[in-house]
């Protein structure tokens, strides 16, 4: 099973480059979309960039969901079979991409997402939004905006998201549900350090309002 | 009171008129679109200066006044113009994210 992995990319010239260095050894193909960043970050690619690390460039940003879908997009007609999406903040533990692989081709899991809470437990707040969108859709995920998931080109076919934001993680659990595709999750590791971005208040709010416009679409 | 509305009512569809002719000078909006804000805007003036004219229509309408009627009327204005805007901004984004990855992936 060919499985690319697809890292969208704004802003992170701090990180980018670690997080290159991790994920380029497990030998499979990158695909870095840099979302139209402000700062050095695609330069950074460029200087450091390998055989396995392919950079498109959105001339503008346009958010977290338009940048995965256009490296999924590049992926399957590049002849992946699957797709890990990674986030660019170093957040993520590369160590963990084995878990998806498995997954994706041992146990033939149509969508894998990676949860934050699986070993931890769920803190409250995180389990009321699951909560609030297991009771519309009745799949429930225990960590719904994690980036680390992976996907394969049939499931991608069916669950083709919308959002151009950061609801797109939602939607795509949304529409796996809908689509009652093959998934599981499997825990993944968190790195945090400070300046990091991610999903703000705001932006949380934003994605519930899409929650109830997304039941009466999809 | 009455009055002191109408002079309210009528100064500010009188700015309307003006940023529409403004558009309309700056090649903003065409021909037809500042015919029509000007039909709405000097027909709004004409029924506040003489609100009688819409009397009759208010109460085939069970309006007990016509301001009610134009206000309602204006409410209702504002939802499509809001609803139609909505629609093309979607559209608008849609077709500016299909052309941002369409560059994106040319050549690679």
């Not at chain 2, 029509?36 to 229509?57: A, D, K, N, Q, S």
Request: with cysteine; glycine share 8%.
């Amino acid at each position: 099973m060919k499985i690319f992995i697809v890292i969208p990319l704004f802003n992170e010239e701090k990180h980018i480059v670690k997080v290159l260095k991790e994920v380029s050894a497990y030998k499979m193909p990158i695909v870095v979309v840099d979302d139209g960043s402000t700062d050095s970050s695609g330069r950074k690619i460029i200087d450091c960039r390998s055989k396995i690390v392919t950079l498109l460039q959105h001339k503008i940003n346009l958010g977290k969901g338009a940048a995965m879908k256009t490296g999924a997009v590049y992926a399957f007609t590049h002849g992946a079979d699957a797709v890990i999406f990674m986030d660019s903040d170093a957040q993520h533990n590369p160590e963990d991409l084995t878990k998806f692989t498995r997954k994706l081709e041992g146990e033939k899991y149509d969508v894998i997402f990676g949860s934050r809470n699986l070993n931890l437990g769920v803190p409250l707040v995180r389990y009321l939004g699951n909560k609030f969108v297991s009771s519309f859709f009745r799949i429930y995920i225990s960590d719904t905006l994690c980036g680390f998931r992976g996907v394969t080109r049939k499931a991608y076919e069916k669950i083709k998201w919308e959002s151009t934001g950061y609801g797109v993680e939602t939607e795509m659990v949304i529409r796996t549900g809908k689509a009652k595709l093959r998934f599981c999750e499997v825990p993944v590791e968190t790195i945090y350090h400070s300046g990091v971005k991610g999903v703000t208040p705001l932006d949380a709010f934003g994605i519930l309002a899409q929650v109830v416009k997304w039941r009466l679409t999809i | 009171m009455i009055i002191g509305l109408q002079i309210v009512a009528i100064l500010f569809s009188l700015s309307m008129v003006y940023f529409a002719a403004l558009n309309y000078k700056r090649r903003e909006i065409n021909g037809t679109e500042i015919a029509g804000w000007m039909v709405i805007w000097i027909g709004t003036i004409i029924v506040v200066v003489f609100p009688e004219l819409l009397r009759t229509f208010a109460r085939t309408f069970l309006f007990a006044r016509v301001f009610d009627m134009m206000v309602v009327g204006a409410f209702l204005l504002v939802i499509l113009m809001a609803a139609s805007s909505y629609m093309r901004t979607k559209r608008l984004e849609k077709k500016l994210e299909d052309l941002v990855r369409k560059l994106s992936l040319k050549k690679k």
